[in-house]
């Protein structure tokens, strides 16, 4: 099937980049919405088309927190001894994040990563961890990320994505990495989301109460918490370096044309099994 992409129509003068946060932002609206727009959420029909959507997913769930994690080693001082870091604004940004994504309310009154809410959500419903899982416990006994994904049989499309990400990462471009972060990740995500919620309790009344509690707060906390941190952010990262909104702009833009193939992958996935 041909992908959603090829209707996608990127800027003409690719030279003209924007220069600020919110500019960046409008720029990629085409993207955005083939994204929002995608078939993908109309095609999640029954609780075993859901847990193939969870299958692929996780991972993007998983790799979410190695981009947030480099940020935080990047500007902020996770070393001893300890010395302050040169952007106290920055620093107070993503470790704000940091908190609510490592260590969240778990609606129990406990603690909990969004990837550990992700994964009990998956187990509520009997999705299959068992790749997600495999893949973290390589990456711990020592496994090379590349290793690991040849290794823990998760859906070809979504180790595909995980690549894309530590590539990105592998080259340590501050902007890209906090472009990719702030509109690749972080910006899209509640407008996706919202598109997979809204029919949850009616598709499969309560019994999918932690996935909802997933979902609800990566829409509340994103929307009016995360987005707007992680927009300042890069307003102050991108402003700093002579080629940061270029750089920004191409890693915000690849970030989700990589998202969109991943989506493309999982609806052909869901029509293959009619």
Not at 17 to 30: G, V
Not at 90 to 115: K, M, P, Q
Not at 128 to 149: C, D, F, K, R, T
Not at 176 to 185: E, N, P, V
Request: glycine letters at 4%; charged letters at 25%; one cysteine or more.
């Amino acid at each position: 099937m041909a992908s959603i992409i090829d209707d996608v129509q990127l800027p003409a003068d690719q030279s003209n980049f924007p220069t600020t946060a919110l500019d960046l932002r409008e720029s990629l609206r085409p993207i955005r919405a083939k994204l929002v727009g995608h078939r993908l959420y109309s095609k999640i029909r029954t609780i075993d088309d859901l847990r193939l959507f969870l299958e692929h997913h996780v991972f993007a769930v998983w790799d979410f927190m190695s981009l947030l994690k480099w940020l935080q080693r990047s500007y902020t001082c996770v070393e001893t001894p300890w010395l302050p870091s040169r952007d106290p604004l920055t620093r107070r940004l993503i470790n704000e994040i940091v908190l609510a994504e490592e260590s969240d309310d778990d609606g129990e009154g406990g603690y909990t990563s969004h990837f550990e809410m992700y994964l009990a959500a998956m187990n509520a419903c009997h999705a299959s961890a068992a790749p997600i899982s495999a893949l973290v416990q390589y990456l711990a006994e020592g496994a090379s990320i590349e290793s690991a994904l040849e290794r823990c049989g998760g859906p070809a499309a979504a180790t595909t994505f995980v690549r894309s990400t530590m590539q990105l990462i592998h080259e340590g471009n501050r902007s890209k990495i906090t472009a990719a972060f702030a509109l690749g990740r972080e910006d899209v995500i509640p407008d996706m989301f919202r598109m997979i919620v809204a029919d949850l309790e009616q598709q499969f009344p309560g019994e999918l109460a932690t996935l909802r509690l997933y979902l609800e707060r990566h829409i509340s906390l994103d929307e009016e918490t995360h987005t707007p941190l992680a927009l300042r952010m890069l307003t102050q990262v991108a402003s700093e370096d002579e080629n940061g909104w270029r750089d920004a702009h191409e890693a915000a833009q690849q970030c989700l044309l990589e998202r969109l193939r991943l989506w493309d992958a999982i609806a052909d996935a869901l029509d293959a099994r009619v």
